[in-house]
């Protein structure tokens, strides 16, 4: 008997366990299609429609970025960084006011940039930074 209340005791706990570890997906996915939305402006040719990606903004997002901006942040990441070879995914962080994701691209200007996308409480895009990171070549 204490067998079976101690494997249904086991079992519940880590099916708890699971559930609260699980709580931050739905907000991830979100988030990431809205990044994955917005970085489609230095990866593909054909760069998104202004109103497909600031549907996705916050209001002073929209006000920072207004189209014009938006059309020339393509020629200013590729003027600085050089054409993008490959970005993946890298962090999700939670905040009190929001949420931060984090992908690191391959440039052929530059061996690794941080792309680090800012998110409010509903879920829209605050604010975004490029970062060059220093990448120590390996000692023989």
Same mark, same amino acid.
């Given at each position: &008997?204490? *067998?079976? =209340?101690?494997?249904?005791?086991? =079992?519940? &706990?880590?099916?708890?366990? +699971?559930?609260? $570890? #699980? ?7 979100? !988030?990431? %299609?809205?990044?994955?939305?917005? &970085?489609?402006?230095?990866? %593909?040719?054909? =760069? ?13 997002? *929209? ?17 600085? /960084? ?5 970005? %993946? ?8 006011? +929001? ?6 691209? #391959? $440039?052929?200007? !530059?061996?690794?940039?941080? =792309? &680090?996308?800012? $998110?409010?409480?509903? *879920?829209?895009?605050?604010? /975004?930074?490029f970062t060059p990171l220093q990448v120590e070549e390996a000692s023989k």
């Open positions: &008997m204490k *067998k079976v =209340i101690f494997t249904v005791t086991l =079992i519940m &706990m880590m099916a708890f366990s +699971g559930l609260c $570890f #699980a709580a931050d997906g739905n907000d991830l996915n979100k !988030e990431q %299609k809205v990044a994955e939305t917005f &970085m489609e402006v230095f990866t %593909k040719d054909q =760069i998104p429609a202004y109103d497909v990606v600031s549907k996705d903004f916050s209001d002073t997002l *929209k006000t920072n970025v207004n189209e014009k901006a938006y059309k020339d942040l393509s020629k200013q990441i590729k003027e600085q /960084y050089g054409n993008v070879k490959e970005v %993946k995914f890298y962090n999700f962080q939670r905040f009190d006011q +929001g949420d931060r994701v984090t992908y690191v691209a #391959a $440039f052929d200007k !530059e061996q690794a940039v941080a =792309i &680090m996308l800012a $998110f409010d409480k509903d *879920k829209k895009l605050t604010d /975004y930074v």
